[in-house]
């Protein structure tokens, strides 16, 4: 064997020495496995269609109850609107829905008698926007007489109310009058003011009625 050959010999012995050490260094690789499929969940069934005998007809809405209002009468332009008690009592006032010049309701007037004895004969409730000047009150004047103001009590969602109390003198006016007004000042416009009408057509002959019904 010349050299060449035993070199070589010993270079391929040497390759293969060192191939047979790597395989058993290399650890046997891991086996694989297949990732089970996750079956898919089970559907709830379709609910079955109704048939149409048992389909719901609903239960009527009683909107008289106790706390409700309902007009009893209507005199002229007022309404004579009363409110359901539990004990019958059911008190009335007497109503009217004011409107500005193009017929947009601004206000809501409410006028009742009250008991003999007092300083004021009748009584009545004003109710404005919630946009209105409070600190600017409520001006109420019949026909051309003598204005007065009146001082707001409380707001609420539906608008601001202010309590009005009449002398007897007053509702004789009032008895005996065409129309009044009533102004505000909105909240907006501090320097205008809103002016509507209270017609008092009716207005004697729905407070005599009103009053008769509550027994004053």
């Given at each position: 064997m010349t050299r060449m050959t035993?070199?070589?010999?010993?270079?391929?012995?040497?390759?293969?020495?060192?191939?047979?050490?790597?395989q058993e260094a290399t650890?046997?690789?891991?086996?694989?496995?297949e990732t089970p499929v996750p079956a898919a969940p089970a559907t709830a069934e379709t609910p079955a269609v109704p048939s149409v005998d048992d389909l719901p007809l609903g239960t009527p809405v009683i909107e008289d109850g106790i706390g409700s209002t309902y007009v009893e009468a209507k005199h002229g332009d007022w309404e004579q609107r009363c409110v359901r008690t539990?004990?019958?009592?059911n008190p009335c006032q007497l109503y009217q829905l004011l409107l500005d010049a193009t017929q947009n309701p601004v206000?809501?007037?409410?006028v009742f008698g009250l008991p003999a004895g007092g300083q004021a004969a009748a009584g009545a409730t004003a109710v404005v926007p919630l946009e209105t000047?409070?600190?600017?009150?409520?001006?109420?004047q019949v026909d051309g007489g003598s204005a007065k103001k009146y001082p707001f009590s409380w707001c609420s969602p539906i608008g601001c109310v202010s309590r009005i109390g009449f002398t007897a003198e007053e509702l004789a006016a009032l008895k005996k009058g065409n129309a009044a007004t009533l102004t505000i000042v909105p909240?907006?416009?501090?320097?205008?003011?809103?002016?509507v009408k209270i017609s008092?057509?009716?207005?004697?002959?729905?407070?005599?009625?009103?009053?008769?019904?509550?027994?004053?």
């Open positions: 035993s070199l070589i010999a010993a270079l391929l012995a040497l390759t293969l020495a060192t191939a047979a050490v790597a650890p046997p690789a891991a086996p694989v496995t539990e004990d019958g009592s206000a809501e007037f409410s000047l409070l600190t600017a009150e409520v001006t109420l909240v907006q416009a501090p320097d205008q003011k809103v002016v008092l057509k009716g207005f004697t002959a729905g407070y005599d009625a009103v009053n008769k019904s509550n027994g004053n």
